[in-house]
């Protein structure tokens, strides 16, 4: 008998139907002999449509107040599971984050687990209740509610599963697990039936949108074993824990990611703490540079770009704006119509010439380089956005990813990947 | 300066545009140099579409869960409002019946408030926000969210009004106070100044909507004045206090009620027992009788009738249905278009021939009575229910409560009336 943790996303609770269905599943799981405890995020689109109300009231809403209605979506969703389970003659009994005991520091809108306090899940247990616990929330030590953020309903998994010593934290979602890449652009991608915490974070951070960093990072420093895997299908997904694969490829999947956009500040004066001042003010408007690219030096001036996320936008005209005067020069250019393509491998740090096949096989694809960054286990280039189907696919082959078989979705257009990047949580 | 309680019911924040206009409201009152705590309850028909979730993937949601479900339409309304009072400038803190203190029994679905620990609102207080409190809902000795049922929010306001010892508690409706009777059904319905208690309560529970006969009984206990009036407009409304009227009427006002039924058993032997067996078999079924009229003996057999409300038919049906043949009868007619007319003022108790008068009224009419019951402060009579409208103007009239001015509002249907009286919470 194993004791699992069983996280089910927005999609798969959008509905009464679905809701019945994630029942369904649960009692599956006891029914295989295990003990079972359920995390569940909002129903669908509620967290959105919540924003469009706290909005309509009121332009730019104190984070306390909006953490406390965001909260009411998981509230919702909970106790309905929790119904549905009844019905179908399972007891189970609802926890919201603070009767699942879940203490957050007093950060609102994206606070930290601090502590989790296992007793009431656990007394649930052992009554034979199915405990449902309300992902993306806590409680801080003012008794205030706060929301975890982008992931917060993973993380929430992670954090319960490790507080009631869980064998195993099931994350369940429209996807089937982690692939080599994403299969609706690269249809030769290949199912991973394990990835090391390491690899996954770097894949998750450059842009794949299986599983959010912050849970692979709780499970990484707790030790969690996370399987990613159908909430549609009983098929095995993938294992994210310390050892990945047996056999440890050189690259272990390509990420995409085209919610980024490229800043060129033109004619900098080439002097001693021109760049430290733009930086500088990009930092203090809290603008998350992700690549720094300085051109070589031509009569005493130079461009300096760099990329960020779009929704920094706004934040960054702010602080060039300012600056600009102060460095003699007022132009720069934003791009939009980039894409961040990554390589991911723990491999990566035995094998030298990643870069060199990289550079040549989208050179060979006549993939223009708009910039280049890496770290020891991966490497990421900056490419226009309407080349991104054909360079995922061009490195799927060159670095031997490619399965026998063919995934059978449809092929997404280049929009309908940067549509798909930008959506929320 | 005084200490406001203002609350303010689901029709009044129904849309962020009505959220914005209540904490106008708010901010007025504040500004007129009082100290004010809001109370709301769930937006429009949220606790329908709640209620209609859980129904969905649970016919019969076990109580625990539904309160927490049920309890989520307050903390959007409440973190909505108090995001409005920030937007318009004033500091606001919303808090949810937990957080408000307000402590209750652990009877789910219809709670009773058993303490109200008021130090978290003062602090508010003292610290310059709005405090907005989540009606309806409290929390129980094992840290569950409970629900106080029918008329919940209203009773919310008056307990947290006398938790913090405020001068008074408002509570703003789409109506303008209490009246002598429906304006809608009697055009020259008069609007009360004031209305005592004791009134007021007989008034409530013979189907005025104005105000929930569990606030005005909590009012009652604790000195708690009322001042109903309307959200809509700044025109005073009506008080409810120990002392009603200056000047005392015989009759206070009158009220109708269309939502009960009338079952009549047939033939029932004349002997002793048998109408205990009956009676207990509806109470085992918890089944509220309302009126009960034994007829006359005839050759050893007697008609039984008695009045309840529509929602009880089902349990009575089980109840009869089990005790029929034990009596030996096997027939019962329900008659659901009946309606209950109730005159009710403190006066009555000093003035001999009310009565006679309303006999007298209603015969020279042409409309038949089907029952009566008393009590020192009320007289119900039960007609058909296409003569409810008739049967209270000529009553009103003849009571002298018609106001010299008319009601403008278009007057209702006999049926638009019964609808309006079977609606919800």
Redesign the interface.
């Known amino acids: 008998m194993s004791l699992i943790v069983a996280k089910f996303g927005g999609t798969s609770v959008a509905s009464?139907e679905r809701?019945?269905n994630v029942?369904k599943r649960l009692i599956s799981i006891k029914q295989a002999g295990n003990e079972v405890v359920a995390v569940v995020s909002a129903m669908g689109k509620t967290t959105d449509e919540?924003m469009g109300?706290?909005n309509?009231?009121?332009?730019?809403?104190?984070s306390?107040?909006?953490d406390?209605?965001l909260?009411?979506g998981e509230?919702?969703s909970?106790?309905?599971?929790?119904?549905?389970l009844?019905?179908q003659g399972y007891p189970?009994?609802?926890f919201?984050g603070r009767?699942a005991g879940i203490e957050t520091n007093g950060t609102h809108n994206k606070a930290k687990i601090v502590k989790v306090h296992n007793e009431r899940i656990l007394e649930a247990l052992e009554e034979g209740y199915i405990p449902v616990v309300a992902g993306f929330q806590g409680i801080d030590a003012n008794?205030?509610i706060t929301t975890l953020g982008r992931g917060g309903s993973d993380t929430t998994a992670v954090a319960v599963a490790w507080g009631i010593n869980a064998e195993i934290c099931e994350i369940y979602s429209d996807v089937d697990g982690v692939y080599t890449t994403d299969p609706r652009v690269a249809p030769r991608a290949r199912k991973l039936e394990a990835i090391s915490y390491d690899d996954m974070l770097e894949l998750s951070s450059s842009g794949s949108g299986v599983l959010q960093s912050r849970a692979v990072e709780f499970a990484k420093k707790w030790g969690v074993v996370i399987h990613s895997r159908s909430a549609f299908s009983d098929a095995q997904g993938t294992l994210i824990k310390e050892e990945g694969q047996m056999e440890q490829a050189v690259i272990t999947g390509i990420a995409h990611d085209t919610s980024e956009m490229k800043v060129t500040i033109r004619h900098v004066p080439d002097a001693v703490g021109v760049a430290a001042l733009v930086f500088s003010a990009l930092a203090d408007k809290a603008v998350n540079m992700d690549m720094i690219i300085q051109n070589t030096s031509l009569d005493g001036a130079t461009d300096i770009s760099f990329t960020c996320p779009a929704s920094d936008l706004p934040r960054a005209r702010e602080a060039l704006d300012e600056v600009m005067s102060k460095i003699g020069t007022d132009k720069y250019d934003v791009d939009e119509d980039i894409a961040k393509i990554s390589l991911v491998g723990t491999g990566m740090k035995s094998s030298p010439g990643i870069s060199a096949k990289t550079f040549k096989t989208l050179g060979e694809n006549n993939i223009n380089i708009l910039a280049i960054s890496t770290s020891p286990i991966r490497l990421s280039v900056v490419i226009e956005a309407s080349e991104t189907q054909r360079a995922v696919q061009v490195l799927h082959t060159a670095f031997e990813l490619d399965s026998d078989s063919v995934f059978e979705e449809t092929q997404l257009s280049a929009e309908e990947i940067a549509a798909k990047m930008k959506k929320g949580r």
Chains 1, 2 share one sequence.
Request: aromatic share 0%; charged share 20%.
């Open positions: 009464p809701i019945k029942a919540l109300l706290a309509a009231v009121n332009t730019n809403p104190p306390r107040e909006l406390r209605l909260s009411t509230h919702v909970m106790t309905l599971l929790a119904l549905a009844e019905a189970a009994k609802s919201s009767q008794g205030d």
